[in-house]
């Protein structure tokens, strides 16, 4: 099993250890780490996995313009099957163009963005937005934490990822969170969500082939189903 | 104008109202003043120079460190010590440096900004100096990422303010980097014997700024300070005007050139955050004119006062309790690096539970798989007592960072502490508490120390 990993020293907000615990998780896989400049393996394999986290705004822009060479080569992909994560704000590569609203209140600029889905992000650089999640998606329950600078809008309902009980959506008032089109999944979600969420974990695993047992897979079970009740309990305030 | 003396008064009130019904007062006057008035500060009138302290880590020993050289050197300077370093925090510190017809009774000003809010701050602040001690991670909610921080104090700062930068620091010394302002530099040579820091989870210059090239680092103190530089566009760090070259532990000296020549100071604490500190400080004092002999006399007394940090010896247990800042990964690091190096076995008690967190959620365990758990891996922490709502979390982030399951025991409620830690694991017993936790950590300290004296009188 061959995993790609890019731009891994881009990462911000503790997805640094999504691509750690996948190498956790899978200690026979080849893993293959992209640079911003290098051309992504994915240009010329196929890679089993691909995995992308969050990283500020201007990396964001570098990985856009780093991708975008490959961007019908990720389409192909895409259609092919090939597991795909996006985590964080690496959700906003996926739309058509980024909008930023700068820090100041009033510059705005336009990113080009990769354009694999019909939806674009809009960002308020002065507006930082955070809420927790529970939610539900490929049958299993999914808790995690959002923060961010701004949401994804005009994404069809039939590309929605986690289907949201608690907090906000892709974009506030929307029922679903993230985007999913064959075995690509891309969530705002951090925390890490790999390691926050083993019933996803193992899902997503056995589905790109690899039926593990998750690093103390007890452990990790038994936290995360404590942090699932409290999710779930409706008298907690300060979920959503 | 209406607006500010109605405002005015109104802090002014609210402010002696408060003080006399023993509250600190530090922030809310502040707001109502800027409620009333949103140009509030502009109009007050300051000391004739303001000098400012931002970065993510050091700005309150920065600030100490210049109130007391400057008082010591005869100027009278006002602060915000006790208060708050946000918006509302300096409405309330400059309405306290003038009289009642608004007359500023302070030569300097001395102001801990918080980064964050800087732009609002320097929109009606004009500091005559700023220094930036050093841009690390955050709290993610908060502040995001350092470059968001950077670009954020880069759009406020005037563009005649003097800049005092850290040298050693990729990010935070590229603050205003295309503007008009003049810079100064800190730094730290790679001092005697300090070998390269240990790996981190977190180096925030992992692709160069500049045009995202892989770097190198020639000296890696930790996270991103050091030798830094681009093997594709040349992106190196500046040199530094100001350069500690050395420090004698056991006389107590750091040893500093200024432009080349060489000066001796009292070295007022051995950690590198600590001589960062105080080698920014001694930047902008002999910018205002004070020489390294007046500087170096003024630090002959100085200490560092810790409120993170409280230690006690109780018979064969030596007894820490070290504040965590919350959410803050890069402190935790620090404090993780801290607990590995403490001498001999200890025993380590987590008391994160942030009350303030729980109330707008409390699963954001990023912090946790940012920060370097690894360390307590060591041999020499013998156990780690993990208490509250999220401590089957932290047992399985301390798995993963290799700490073994046998030495760990997790539990609700913190006060069972007192039942469950067994002080002859270790000689030293640490409890690590969150910055919100602080009263409830007074009432666990005091009930530990009382079962560490039982502990004591029962193995005589």
Same mark, same amino acid.
């Given at each position: 099993m061959t995993v790609e990993i890019l731009?891994?020293?881009? *990462?911000l907000f503790g997805d640094e250890f999504n691509a750690e615990y996948l190498r956790r998780c899978l200690p026979d896989a080849e893993f293959v780490c992209t640079d911003l400049r290098d051309k992504p393996y994915f240009a010329e394999h196929t890679p089993d996995i691909i995995y992308m986290g969050a990283m500020s705004e201007r990396n964001q822009l570098r990985a856009i313009e780093a991708l975008m060479p490959y961007r019908d080569r990720l389409c192909e992909l895409v259609e092919q099957g090939v597991h795909m994560l996006f985590t964080g704000n690496s959700v906003?590569?996926?739309?058509?163009h980024i909008h930023v609203i700068e820090a100041d209140g009033k510059t705005e600029n336009t990113h080009k963005a990769l $354009?694999?889905?019909p939806c674009h992000a809009e960002l308020t650089m002065n507006k930082r937005f955070f809420c927790s999640l529970l939610g539900n998606a490929c049958g299993c329950d999914i808790v995690g934490f959002k923060t961010q600078f701004g949401h994804t809008y005009?994404?069809?309902?039939?590309?929605?990822?986690i289907r949201v009980e608690r907090g906000k959506g892709? *974009?506030? $008032?929307?029922?679903m969170e993230g985007i999913h089109k064959n075995n690509l999944y891309a969530t705002y979600?951090?925390?890490?969500i790999l390691v926050m969420n083993p019933t996803f974990t193992k899902f997503f695993l056995k589905s790109a082939g690899a039926d593990v047992t998750l690093p103390f897979e007890d452990v990790s079970m038994k936290a995360y189903e404590i942090r699932l009740a409290e999710f779930k309990d409706r008298s907690r305030t300060g979920i959503g | 104008m209406l607006r500010f003396i109605f405002a005015f008064i109104l802090c002014k009130a609210s402010y002696a109202a408060l003080r006399l019904m023993g509250?600190?007062?530090?922030h809310t006057p502040g707001r109502i003043a800027l409620h009333f008035c949103p140009n509030y500060i502009h109009y007050l009138k300051k000391p004739k120079h303001i000098l400012c302290v931002t970065g993510t880590n050091g700005k309150s020993t920065v600030c100490n460190l210049l109130e007391d050289a400057l008082r010591s050197n005869g100027y009278t300077v006002l602060d915000n010590k006790f208060g708050s370093n946000t918006e509302n925090g300096i409405a309330v510190t400059l309405t306290r440096g003038v009289?009642?017809?608004?007359?500023c009774k302070y030569d300097d000003c001395v102001l801990e900004v918080d980064e964050r809010s800087s732009p609002r701050i320097f929109k009606n602040i004009h500091p005559d100096y700023l220094i930036v001690v050093d841009l690390f991670r955050d709290s993610c909610k908060r502040n995001a990422h350092p470059d968001y921080i950077s670009d954020l104090i880069t759009s406020a700062v005037p563009d005649d303010t003097v800049l005092i930068l850290n040298a050693d620091d990729i990010i935070g010394s590229?603050? #205003?980097?295309?503007?008009?302002n003049r810079r100064i530099h800190f730094g730290i040579l790679p001092l005697d014997g300090e070998a390269a820091g240990e790996p981190n989870?977190?180096?925030?210059?992992?692709?160069?700024?500049?045009?995202?090239a892989v770097t190198e680092f020639g000296? +890696? +103190?930790?996270? @991103?300070?050091?030798q830094f530089r681009c093997p594709? #566009?040349?992106l190196q760090n500046p040199s530094a005007d100001?350069?500690?070259?050395a420090i004698d532990r056991e006389k107590n000296e750091m040893y500093a050139t200024h432009n080349g020549v060489a000066y001796t100071y009292p070295l007022?604490?051995?950690?590198t955050f600590n001589i960062y500190n105080e080698i920014a400080a001694i930047s902008l004092l002999l910018e205002l004119g004070l020489s390294p002999e007046q500087i170096a006399e003024s630090f002959k007394n100085i200490k560092v006062t810790d409120s993170r940090y409280y230690e006690k010896q109780i018979g064969d247990v030596k007894f820490i309790s070290h504040m965590v800042k919350g959410l803050n990964p890069v402190a935790f690091s620090v404090v993780s690096n801290y607990v590995k190096q403490i001498d001999g076995d200890k025993s380590v008690f987590m008391f994160l539970d942030d009350s303030v967190d729980i109330k707008t959620g409390? !699963?954001?365990l990023t912090w946790y798989y940012e920060?370097?758990?690894?360390?307590?891996?060591? &041999?020499?922490?013998k156990h780690i007592y993990i208490s509250g709502f999220r401590a089957e979390d932290m047992k399985y982030r301390l798995l993963l960072a290799g700490?073994?399951? !046998? +030495?760990m025991t997790t539990f @609700? !409620?913190?006060?069972?502490i007192t039942e469950i830690? &067994?002080?002859?694991?270790?000689p030293t017993f640490i409890m690590l508490f969150e910055l919100y936790l602080y009263d409830e950590q007074m009432k666990l300290r005091k009930a530990l120390e009382e079962k560490i004296e039982a502990y004591g009188r029962e193995n005589k």
């Open positions: 731009f891994e020293k881009a *990462y906003d590569v996926l739309g058509t $354009g694999l889905f005009e994404l069809p309902e039939e590309y929605g990822f892709i *974009y506030p $008032g929307a029922s979600l951090i925390g890490p | 509250r600190r007062a530090s009289s009642i017809f608004n007359r590229r603050v #205003c980097i295309n503007g008009n989870i977190i180096n925030d210059a992992g692709y160069c700024p500049v045009c995202g000296f +890696r +103190r930790y996270h @991103h300070i050091g594709v #566009c040349g100001h350069i500690v070259t007022i604490q051995a950690s409390s !699963e954001n920060a370097d758990l690894e360390r307590l891996a060591d &041999d020499s922490v700490v073994p399951a !046998e +030495r @609700h !409620e913190p006060a069972d830690a &067994d002080f002859s694991k270790a």
